[in-house]
């Protein structure tokens, strides 16, 4: 059973950083994409940012684009979200995420790797003030 474990929320100002770290167990295959999604408060789930299982394919979502970036560790099965130039809006949980059956062949045209995820973490607070 894959478990997806998020560490590295809190409380920043505007214009601020934090780094998100996941760490993923319980793979059975070498191939999974991981991504990161976001909850704010009555709101639906977002897609932020994933990354492929080979990382040549990353989604970002426009919001987002050019001040966060996804980066897999050395350890392949670790996965972190630096965000850069925080904006309130940007206040969420962030959750940790993968697909339970993965097709490897498959990119979505729009998502990417963000596409069926269906595995979440517990996710972790982001709180951006103002």
């Known amino acids: 059973q894959v478990q997806l474990v998020e560490s590295g929320g809190g409380l920043v100002q505007v214009g601020g950083s934090l780094r998100l770290s996941c760490t993923a167990s319980?793979?059975?295959?070498?191939?999974?994409?991981l991504g990161w999604f976001r909850q704010a408060p009555g709101k639906e789930r977002e897609a932020v940012s994933c990354?492929?299982?080979?990382?040549?394919?990353?989604y970002y979502a426009d919001s987002v684009k050019g001040r966060f970036t996804i980066s897999r560790g050395n350890a392949k099965n670790t996965v972190a979200l630096q965000m850069n130039s925080l904006k309130p809006e940007d206040t969420a949980d962030y959750y940790c995420?993968?697909?339970?059956?993965?097709?490897?062949?498959?990119?979505?045209?729009?998502?990417?790797?963000?596409?069926?995820?269906?595995?979440w973490g517990k996710g972790t607070l982001v709180t951006v003030s103002s």
């Open positions: 990354i492929g299982h080979r990382d040549d394919i990353v």
């Open positions: 319980g793979f059975t295959s070498d191939d999974y994409a």
């Open positions: 995420a993968t697909h339970r059956l993965y097709d490897s062949t498959y990119v979505h045209p729009v998502m990417g790797p963000c596409y069926g995820m269906d595995v």
